[in-house]
């Protein structure tokens, strides 16, 4: 890595930094521009009495200056203190913590499968270009991105669970009839593993399978055009030209010159659709019975438990400027000719 | 602005698109007169005929409460693409004005509002959506305001790069040396010219306003039962197609992706006249 690089990284780390500023103040005036008193919220118990709310109010420095507030806030968030949990009774951080694995192992199986999916068709269409495949796959990916997600998964439920009894009864992360081991990293899967279990496994994982499925269709679209129109430019640079002119034979030409050079959009768009998956998966979480964190905000939303949702949206929203900075990096690290954004 | 003639010629080159707009004619012509046309009252309970499958006295079948379901879902439309029309058309006359603003006047204003922006841009677009109505309130009111809110920034974005692009032309400087105001080079003379992007976003954002608004239905958000909306009706049927009573679920599904399809269809089209370079 040369010199100037390191600079061009270190002034969109800099580019960033407002944004996440910006993104805590949202957050901040979120959780008082809401409804209700925020001491209540941050209150250990729905019953707590006015003394013990009024120290609390004192504690959180309600009754000082919207700055002295701001600052405390950002000394909370430091500490990871977002406050309690009215229908659990427990801190929303160890809520968060314990809900977290759930979320992040359906995210994870979601991504591979639209990847797994939409890139080699994405690939194939570049390659067979404007024949009835490449129609296809364009009217397919329309469709796609017209599906409503939780739409699909009840298709999907009605189809491999109702009709065909192929998949696992579509609530919950666990069967119904056994008791869910104790959580090593809280990944079902992991877990399983690690204890060697086989048959735990096998439980773990149909039951994420429908789930994760019906979230990836959202990110199929988006991943299979952009690896089409990618590998298009691609094929159609003068790099490949010139391959090609040398008398590579086209498998080489495809994989060695061109599809490397295709990959850097398609990894951007992978970046962003990983993001969003971690915030769009409410709907999913919601419909599964999936006990993640999205299901957890949304539920803590309509029951007007207000401090899980504060959280959420914090937590989502940096992980969303983290995210693109690092694509941005890894982008500019990978390829020279990737401007970044300063 | 597009033409007659411009419509006629997206028309002959891309029959998708034709096929979109059209359709989309028919569901604005059923949200218009839905209640009209609807054979049965879209709330009325019915319990001797709870949960019929499709049949000649009810097309789409009957719900759990005996509602006639074909009913819902025409009544449904008018809700949906109003929610979806009123929140587009808020988002983009608003966040074309801030853009264009934003473009033509530059300086320190314009970077202020380009950090807004950003700042706006890095919440997921329904987790924004939940945050919103959270704040405002569980009501029809806030998810048209919060859809507005969180589809501003692609108007701003898209206005602002027009504006900056169109500032130092050859009719801009006539135009300011005519005499005319800041505001009449920037309404008058840049607006019009920058608009064809927009009309291709705003006929993008409807569809994913529409699916947005049944999303946050779905998951207990803005619109209440018993209101005949696509994503309640999804939402009510859930745990019948666990059962095998399907059409609950598939008719309002439908009606839901085929709207969101056709815009995006429509979308493509326009784009493809406007922009030939961008063709899909």
């Not at chain 1, 009754?63 to 000394?75: A, G, H, M, N, T």
């Not at chain 2, 009209?36 to 079948?61: C, H, K, M, Q």
């Not at chain 2, 979806?84 to 530059?106: D, K, N, P, T, W």
């Not at chain 2, 801009?172 to 505001?183: K, R």
């Amino acid at each position: 890595m040369n010199g100037s690089l390191a600079k061009a990284i270190l002034a969109r780390i800099w580019t960033a930094l407002p944004v996440l500023f910006g993104v805590l103040i949202v957050t901040f005036v979120l959780i008082r521009a809401l409804p209700g008193d925020p001491a209540i919220q941050y209150a250990t118990s729905p019953n707590a009495g006015p003394a013990e709310i009024e120290a609390i109010r004192r504690e959180m420095g309600l009754d000082r200056s919207v700055f002295e507030q701001f600052l405390i806030y950002l000394r909370e968030i430091a500490t990871g203190n977002f406050g309690n949990s009215m229908q659990t009774g427990r801190s929303v951080m160890s809520d968060f913590a314990t809900r977290l694995p759930a979320t992040l192992e359906l995210a994870a199986l979601a991504f591979f499968i639209s990847i797994v999916v939409s890139l080699p068709l994405g690939i194939a269409a570049a390659l067979w270009r404007n024949t009835w495949f490449d129609q296809l796959c364009r009217v397919m990916s329309s469709f796609a991105a017209a599906m409503p997600v939780f739409f699909f998964g009840l298709l999907l439920i009605y189809f491999f669970y109702f009709r065909w009894g192929i998949a696992a009864e579509p609530i919950g992360r666990w069967p119904s009839m056994i008791i869910p081991p104790d959580p090593i990293t809280g990944f079902a899967t992991i877990d399983a593993l690690l204890m060697g279990d086989w048959e735990l496994f096998r439980m773990a994982f149909g039951k994420l399978l429908m789930p994760a499925a019906s979230m990836a269709i959202f990110a199929v679209a988006p991943l299979l055009r952009m690896m089409r129109g990618s590998m298009i430019d691609s094929l159609e640079s003068d790099y490949v030209l010139a391959a090609k002119a040398f008398g590579i034979s086209r498998t080489r030409v495809v994989l060695q010159y061109a599809l490397p050079n295709a990959m850097l959009p398609v990894f951007a768009t992978a970046g962003m659709v990983l993001s969003t998956m971690l915030g769009a998966n409410v709907m999913i979480e919601k419909l599964f019975a999936w006990p993640g964190i999205g299901a957890y905000a949304v539920n803590s939303l309509i029951a007007l438990d207000y401090a899980p949702v504060q959280a959420f949206v914090l937590i989502v929203a940096a992980l969303f400027v983290v995210m693109t900075l690092v694509i941005d990096i890894v982008s500019a690290i990978v390829d020279p000719r990737y401007k970044l954004r300063g | 602005m597009l033409s007659f003639a411009d419509i006629r010629f997206i028309l002959r080159r891309n029959l998708a698109g034709a096929v979109a707009a059209v359709l989309i004619v028919v569901l604005m012509i059923v949200a218009i007169i839905g209640p009209y046309i609807a054979p049965y009252d879209p709330l009325t309970t019915n319990l001797r005929e709870v949960l019929r499958p499709p049949s000649g006295a009810y097309w789409f079948g009957t719900d759990h409460l005996g509602r006639d379901i074909f009913s819902r879902v025409i009544v449904a439309a008018r809700l949906d693409f109003a929610i979806a029309i009123v929140a587009v058309s808020l988002s983009a006359i608003v966040g074309s004005a801030i853009g264009a603003l934003s473009g033509y006047v530059g300086g320190w204003l314009d970077r202020i509002l380009g950090r807004v922006v950003d700042v706006m841009m890095a919440f997921p677009l329904f987790v924004a959506a939940m945050a919103l109505v959270a704040v405002l309130g569980n009501s029809v009111e806030s998810i048209v305001l919060a859809t507005a809110i969180i589809n501003l920034p692609f108007y701003f974005r898209l206005m602002r790069a027009e504006i900056s692009a169109r500032r130092e032309t050859g009719y801009v400087e006539a135009a300011i040396i005519n005499g005319n105001s800041t505001a009449q080079v920037i309404f008058t003379f840049l607006v019009p010219n920058s608009l064809p992007p927009v009309i291709v976003q705003i006929s993008l954002n409807l569809g994913w306003a529409i699916l947005n608004t049944a999303g946050l239905a779905f998951i207990g958000l803005g619109v209440a039962p018993p209101t005949p909306e696509w994503g309640i009706m999804i939402q009510e049927g859930a745990s019948m197609m666990i059962s095998g009573q399907w059409w609950v679920v598939v008719f309002p599904g439908l009606a839901l992706a085929m709207s969101v399809f056709c815009f995006s269809l429509l979308g493509d089209a326009i784009r493809d006249v406007i922009d030939p370079r961008r063709r899909s």
